[in-house]
C-alpha cells in the first residue's frame, strides 16, 4: 500500500478475471485514487518476481480467488504529477473451479462478481473499468515460457507475452 518505497517508476498489474457465467471479479478499496469505486484487483509487482506471478498472487490476496492466465489484454501507462512512471499491465485471467471469495478486509470494502450489464451502470465503476467494458476483449498476447535467451543474461525466469 506504501508507495514511498518505489521510487519514481512504478510497475503494477491487474487482473479481468472472467467467469464461467459470463461475470466480472471487481473489487471496491478503501484507499488511494479509487477510494470507494469498483475497480480490477491489481497491486505492485514485487522484487524476484514476473508480472504474471504478480497478477496471480495479487487477485488471490485480495479475493482468494487462485487464476490462470490467460494472456495480456494490454498496459496502462501514465505520469503522475510530471514526475512519477505509473505503469500498470492488464492481464486476462482465468479462475480455478469451486472457490469462495474472501475479501482482503484491510484493503478493501467488497469484492464480488458482476455482469458486465451491471458494471455498466455502476456509477462507482473505475475509468478503466468503463473502458475495458465498452471495448471488445479480443487480442490478448498468449504468454510463451521456456524460452532461454543466453545463459550469459543470468535470467532466472524469462517470459513472453506475443
Known sequence: MGNTDR?????????LVIS??????????KYGGL???????AGFVDQGETVDEAVIR???EETGIHCNIKGLLGVRTGVIKSEISDNMLVFLL??????EIQVQTNELYDVKFMLPDELKKEKDASILLHYL????????????????????FGYTAYKLFF
Open 7 to 15: 521510487g519514481k517508476v512504478w510497475l503494477a498489474v491487474s487482473g
Open 20 to 29: 464461467e457465467d459470463g461475470k466480472w471479479l471487481v473489487v471496491k478499496k
Open 35 to 41: 477510494k470507494g469505486k469498483w475497480s480490477l484487483p
Open 58 to 60: 495479487e487477485v488471490a
Open 94 to 99: 482465468e479462475a480455478n473451479a469451486g472457490q
Open 133 to 152: 467494458l465498452d471495448s471488445p476483449i479480443s487480442t490478448i498476447k498468449e504468454l510463451q515460457d521456456g524460452i532461454n535467451p543466453g545463459d550469459q
